[in-house]
């Protein structure tokens, strides 16, 4: 006898079926698909106690303690306690295993003390919330018109109230420390609300505020970008940028952080190329590199001619190496245009027009060259600043002057008579003439 619930004769083989191929009767209790699946026991990534709330925008980040009664969705708004007192009002960034690395990340211990997640957020709630985002505005424009009363060397970038609207913390700038003990006092007795001061920098207000880059997409500071590093020309250069600084500095006034994204790249393809390399010895004379352009692989050297006038060749990076090697034996070719990758290539560079494809600029000078320069430029102040010695011992003997020293130049004779001084024979020849 068949199985009641499927096709098969003598006995149901089908996955699923609770008599595994002894089912005779017609009581088969084979399992849906779905509901197999909704008995199977996975495990839920999402029920970890420990969520990450974002606040403002994106404006801080904290990790909290998630209750177990409480279910919550990456997105929602909720209410958590505050360290201050009262409760703020945050949106859940992330959960799960992805909140554990993140912690990981920030040096935060799983087992660390953290506020809990109170509830999920009313309508209420978000009334008071909006309320606290529509006078922000307004108090960080008296904030600073206080500020500027007390003469304190400080900017204000951004106010945050509080999600009860219990507690302001104003973020400010300032090139060293700021005494605003009595601004504290003046805020609290105007806003009626607790302060809290905090200290942050130039790309950290940059990020508060926002905008838009050159590139046209939002700044990555204000995005996605949460560790600022430091950022120096060395990384310009490397990358054989021109520097300009009103090109080079972002928003908040500091070089770009983008000029480390691909820094990694170029010296890893630096590495490729022939090290210590900045001049050819030809017939013709000395060439000397010029600019390197890493996605080519072609080295621009050029000589030095007179007025101000240029020939540049571009060379292979294998040929500069052959060139180089020659020099080392003693041997010199005779000129570099018997190395240039394409005849066509060749430029002829001056002052009035320059080469299509060839730019020539203060910040496509090799990173080497413009050390050197700099060291050069070093040993010469400090030889300005060498104090002579005062000892006459250690001085040079001094020989007779010369007649050039000793002459000294005649002024000018006036037509006007010298007055007589006020002498007793000129006094007593002035009396006889007045008898």
């Known amino acids: 006898m068949g199985c009641s619930n499927c096709s098969s004769t003598g006995g149901c083989s089908s996955t699923g079926c609770g008599d595994n191929g002894n089912c005779n009767s017609g009581g088969c209790n084979k399992l849906n698909t ?6 199977m026991e996975m ?42 007192g009262g409760y703020d009002i945050g949106r859940v960034s992330l959960m799960g295993e992805l909140v554990r690395l993140q912690m990981k990340k920030k040096r935060v211990k799983p087992n660390a003390i953290l506020p809990n997640v109170l509830r999920t957020a009313n309508e209420r709630d978000l009334e008071r919330l909006a309320e606290a985002r529509a006078a922000e505005q307004e108090t960080m424009v008296k904030a600073r018109l206080l500020a500027r009363e007390l003469e304190l060397d400080m ?27 009595e601004l504290i006092r003046i805020f609290a007795r105007e806003f009626r609300v607790k ?58 006034g500091r070089l770009k952080c983008c000029l480390n994204f691909e820094l990694n790249t170029y010296l890893d393809a630096l590495k490729t190329f022939p090290k210590h390399i900045h001049r050819l010895e030809t017939e013709q004379g000395t060439a000397q590199l010029l600019k390197t352009d890493i996605f080519k692989r072609i080295m621009y050297f050029a000589y030095q001619k007179e007025f101000g006038g240029m020939e540049v060749f571009p060379l292979s990076v294998e040929r500069v190496e ?3 090697a020659q020099n080392k034996k003693g041997q010199k070719p005779y000129h ?26 203060s910040g496509s000078l090799e990173l080497s ?18 104090p002579k010695n005062p000892n006459a011992s250690n001085q040079r003997p001094q020989g007779p002057k010369s007649a050039e020293n000793k002459t000294k130049p005649t002024r000018p004779k006036s037509n006007r008579k010298k007055r007589p001084r006020n002498s007793q024979n000129n006094k007593a020849k002035h009396d006889a003439n007045k008898k």
């Open 43 to 84: 495990p839920d990534m999402a029920q970890l106690d420990l969520v990450e709330l974002s606040f403002k925008d994106n404006m801080r980040k904290a990790f909290y303690r998630l209750p177990p009664y409480l279910q919550i969705h990456t997105g929602d708004l909720v209410a958590v306690e505050s360290k201050s």
């Open 155 to 181: 900017k204000i970038g951004a106010v945050e109230y509080q999600g009860d609207r219990r507690k302001a913390t104003f973020y400010y700038t300032a090139d060293g420390r700021v005494d605003f003990r």
């Open 322 to 324: 052959e060139i180089a």
């Open 369 to 386: 060259e413009l050390k050197e320069d700099q060291k050069r430029n070093n040993r010469k102040r400090k030889r300005k600043r060498k």
């Open 195 to 252: 302060i809290e001061m905090r200290q942050i920098g130039a790309r950290q207000e940059s990020a508060l505020i926002g905008g838009l880059g050159p590139c046209g997409r939002e700044l990555c500071c204000s995005t996605w970008l949460t560790d600022f590093k430091s950022v120096s020309t060395t990384a310009a250069r490397y990358q054989n940028l021109a520097i300009n600084q009103s090109k080079l500095s972002g928003q908040c």
């Open 34 to 39: 779905f509901d197999w699946l909704a008995n």
């Open 336 to 361: 570099l245009s018997e190395f240039i990758v394409d005849n066509k290539t060749s430029h002829h560079f001056n002052k009035e027009a320059g080469p299509d494809d060839f730019v020539d600029g």
